[in-house]
């Protein structure tokens, strides 16, 4: 049944989760880049859903926050693209066992990946002259606060999914 | 399993360069439009949501100083009740306000009322995006103003149906400026990492004082002289350098703004 919807389903997704992420970001309080809903929920894609499914979301969502952003088209895309597969890779290798800690810890290094990647590219275009000025101060406050936030999103989808499913049942080699 | 993840790597690598240069060209613009089109209503209702929540956290922290900030503007009432001398720079501010209440009106100056449908979805940049764009004619750097008069930012993007504003807090905003002392002194607003913003390039023997107004000085082309920016807050001055820096305060919080209007000259 959800197989025959998954496509109309994504859709909505992407969508729900943009206009969430937009109202968080649009509040410009506290919450102004302490919570990226959008990754998270990347996260939960990578454990979940078949194969190319994350890379499609990922690089959707990028897209349709790209023509929202001050910053030049392409950035939050290119770092949602590459902190997908690189979370993809972990996934398959290291975190398999579908656990609460795998969860959370994918959660908390994909944070830690998109924030290096979005500073590395803002940095670069700063050099390039495509931006005016460097984030200090405050904005790492705010990383830090993005890497706590993803943690507690996945802690919670994580019971909120294992009760609600027959997903996330830890597998552990006997 | 790994080989998968290379291949859909690989689609989602070449979907992104074309996406990229598709916009870069232009030929996603019509996309772009229809999508902000689209979610615009939506987005809104988000938007206010938003802002309502984070009135109500604002007004949940600010509970816990209500007292001592209550006792403190009462010292500060009674200081000013018997500070006679500020009266006339009062009354000049009021008239300056009164003025810029019914500017668009007074000046005759085109405009286009808009509404702002959300934020912007990066960290780093203070912008509110607004409903109308370049078939309205808006262009970039066009003044943008609060409903009562006040600037609060710049069109820094215009595409056909809508437009981001920059706000005078982000990082990258800049606005030519003069402060209503006796000098008429010429600067910068400049935003300081979303929070607030200061006005730069102040030449050491120039007289400022807390309370004085700020407005645009009209040296940017595109907006106009004399819209009300900020209020001095404090002077920061090393003697050692050639320019000082006021701290400004915002006349109206820009963390609250729905309906804007964008000046056309």
Same mark, same amino acid.
């Given at each position: 049944m959800i197989m025959k919807f998954r496509t109309p389903l994504l859709i909505l997704a992407i969508i729900i989760l943009v206009w969430l992420q937009l109202a968080v970001e649009g509040s410009? %309080? +506290?919450l102004h880049g302490r919570v990226n809903l959008v990754l998270a929920a990347l996260v939960i894609l990578v454990n979940?859903? =078949?194969? =190319?499914l994350a890379v499609i979301f990922g690089v959707a969502c990028g897209l349709l926050l790209d023509v929202y952003s %001050?910053? =030049? +088209? %392409?950035v939050l895309t290119a770092v949602l693209f590459v902190v997908t597969v690189i979370v993809e890779v972990l996934f398959i290798n +290291? +975190?398999?066992?579908?656990s609460l800690y795998s969860l959370v810890s994918l959660g908390v290094i994909g944070s830690i990946v998109y924030n290096i990647l979005f500073l590395a590219i803002v940095a670069l275009l700063y050099f390039l002259g495509y931006f005016s000025f460097l984030p200090f101060g405050d904005y790492g406050w705010k990383i830090l606060w993005q890497i706590f936030s993803t943690g507690a999103i996945m802690l919670l989808a994580y019971f909120a999914i294992n009760r609600a499913s027959r997903q996330f049942k830890p597998m552990f080699l006997k | 399993m790994f080989q998968k993840v290379i291949k859909s790597s690989l689609y989602g690598l070449a979907a992104i360069l074309i996406a990229v240069f598709f916009h870069y060209l232009g030929w996603l613009s019509p996309v772009e439009s229809a999508v902000t089109f689209v979610f615009s209503p939506v987005e809104q209702v988000g938007y206010h949501l938003s802002l309502g929540i984070g009135d109500w956290y604002n007004s949940w922290i600010k509970k816990r100083d209500l007292l001592s900030e209550n006792e403190k503007l009462r010292q500060e009432a009674v200081k000013l009740a018997l500070d006679t001398a500020r009266l006339k720079s009062l009354e000049e501010e009021n008239a300056l306000l009164k003025k810029e209440l019914n500017f668009v009106d007074e000046n005759k100056f085109k405009y286009v009322a808009a509404k702002i449908t959300t934020g912007v979805s990066d960290p780093l940049s203070q912008s509110v995006i607004i409903n109308h764009g370049a078939k309205d004619g808006i262009e970039r750097d066009l003044a943008v103003i609060a409903d009562d008069g006040v600037l609060v930012g710049k069109i820094s993007d215009v595409s056909d149906d809508y437009s981001k504003v920059r706000l @005078? !807090?982000?990082?990258?905003s800049r606005v030519a400026a003069t402060i209503e002392n006796l000098d008429h002194t010429v600067g910068l607003v400049e935003g300081q990492y979303g929070l607030s913003f200061s006005m730069t390039?102040? /030449?050491?023997n120039q007289e400022i004082n807390s309370g004085n107004l700020v407005v645009t !000085? &009209? @040296?940017? &082309?595109?907006i106009p002289k004399n819209l009300l920016i900020a209020r001095v807050e404090s002077v920061e001055a090393v003697e050692s350098e050639i320019f000082k820096t006021a701290i400004l305060r915002p006349i109206? /919080? @820009? !963390?609250? @703004? !729905?309906d804007v209007v964008v000046i056309i000259p």
């Open positions: 410009i %309080g +506290f979940l859903a =078949p194969r =190319p %001050g910053l =030049p +088209f %392409g +290291f +975190f398999t066992n579908f | @005078l !807090s982000d990082n990258q390039n102040i /030449p050491q !000085s &009209g @040296l940017e &082309g595109k109206i /919080p @820009l !963390s609250t @703004l !729905s």
